[in-house]
């Protein structure tokens, strides 16, 4: 695998939530998951629930997945195109998968999808496969473009978890 690091040494990341959908990555992608992530997701939705009231009904859990291309599963998306596992806190948009990861003090890659987690790099698909910065990151108040010798913190964090 590549890494553009010109690109990737350009932009600091600092999430700190959202206010808005229209700000917000929980609103502007689909997410894509696998099987397992899927699996794990559904390991802790009981607690993912208790931040987001919105996955059950009348004492029910929803069934918020369904069928994409490539075997792929996409987590499905509320009437503001969030994710539904975007949740509120003091008028930050926040994700309730990682809470839960907080709560139960377990990474977050055991139970966030890697697209999530990925969030502001993306890789590109091909032949040799490449690790770059999302196309439109610096529309995000999250990201600012930066000149840089070093990756920024957050970004740096990412990359050793992922890869």
């Known amino acids: 695998m590549k890494f553009d690091l010109k690109k990737i040494k350009s932009i ?7 206010r808005s959908p229209a700000k917000c990555c929980c609103a502007r992608y ?3 998951i696998s099987e397992a992530e899927m699996q794990r997701i559904l390991n802790i939705f009981p607690l993912a629930a208790s931040y987001c009231p919105n996955l059950a009904k009348d004492g029910e859990w929803l069934n918020v ?5 490539d075997g792929q ?3 499905d998306t509320d009437e503001n195109e969030l994710c539904v596992f975007a949740y509120r806190q003091k008028k ?5 998968l990682h ?10 890659t055991h139970v966030k999808p890697f697209h999530c987690l990925l969030w502001p790099l993306a890789v590109s698909e091909g032949a040799e496969p490449a690790v770059s910065i999302q196309e439109n990151a610096l529309d995000f108040p999250c ?6 010798e070093h990756v920024c913190a957050s970004i740096a964090e990412t990359i050793q978890l992922l890869f």
């Open 12 to 18: 600091d990341h600092c999430c700190t939530g959202c």
């Open 99 to 108: 809470s839960v990861a907080v709560d139960l003090k377990i990474p977050v």
């Open 65 to 69: 997945f369904e069928d994409a291309e």
């Open 143 to 148: 990201n600012r473009r930066r000149e840089s």
């Open 73 to 75: 599963i996409r987590i």
């Open 30 to 32: 689909d997410i894509l």
């Open 92 to 96: 930050l948009i926040r994700c309730a």
